[in-house]
């Protein structure tokens, strides 16, 4: 199995910043992609911003240009560096990593158990 631990969420104020810190463990082969979703109360799950073990990158188009993600692969540790947060990133933050735990199995997504972000006006 593969477990991931999040931290760096809490409060910030409309303009500030946070990071948030994911690390995956376990047994792990190998990640393919690791990155966040994130969901607001009353709206679905939505990808922030993924990376893959080359450092190719997507981003959601409302966060582009403020959030930048990175990876250690020695770590197996993806990060989510927030700038100019806004009260709509305000959302529990997940972190994701495509795993296999052995040469031979198909990929499975694993999930950490989320961190809360909260952005003030």
């Known amino acids: 199995q593969v477990q991931l631990v999040e931290s760096g969420g809490g409060l910030a104020q409309a303009g500030g910043s946070l990071r948030l810190s994911c690390a995956a463990s376990?047994?792990?082969?190998?990640?393919?992609?690791m990155g966040w979703y994130r969901q607001a109360p009353g709206k679905q799950r939505e990808l922030v911003a993924a990376i893959t073990s080359g450092g190719s990158t997507n981003y959601a188009d409302s966060v582009k240009g403020r959030f930048t993600i990175s990876r250690d692969n020695a770590k197996n540790t993806v990060y989510l560096q927030m700038n100019s947060l806004k009260p709509e990133d305000t959302a529990v933050y997940y972190c994701f990593a495509d795993a296999r735990t052995t040469a031979w199995e198909w990929r499975n997504d694993y999930w950490g158990q989320g961190t809360q972000v909260t952005v003030s006006s």
């Open positions: 376990g047994s792990i082969f190998d990640i393919n992609a």
